[in-house]
């Protein structure tokens, strides 16, 4: 997980996926290393992959993962979707913030 990672800090996305796959056979259940992989399709452009990744984990209330939910959505041209997801996201971080 840790190459994975060091992969994405430095820009290498396809890198990145090959990395955190190879690990998520063994640590299928970690949440973590499954955010870190929908980030990292993110980042090699592979938005369905990204997004199928996202809907596996089944985390509907992670505003970390609807953001890059969001940014796939744009990436696959889907900027209307993308737009209400992320104002989904904004309204989320004002009411738990007060106002």
């Known amino acids: 997980m840790l190459l994975g990672y060091l992969y994405l800090r430095h820009g290498q996305g396809a ?9 998520r056979i063994f640590r299928r259940d970690d949440r973590q290393l499954g955010r870190t992989l ?17 809907d596996r984990l089944g985390l509907k209330d992670d505003r970390h993962l609807a953001l890059i939910r969001s ?9 209307d979707e993308a ?9 989320d971080l004002r009411s738990s913030d007060g106002g």
């Open 15 to 23: 890198r990145a996926v090959t990395a955190l796959e190879a690990a």
């Open 38 to 54: 929908a980030y990292a399709y993110l980042s090699a452009g592979r938005f369905d992959d990204c997004l199928k990744s996202i």
């Open 71 to 79: 940014r796939a959505l744009w990436g696959m041209g889907r900027e």
């Open 83 to 91: 737009r209400r997801m992320m104002a989904a996201v904004k309204g």
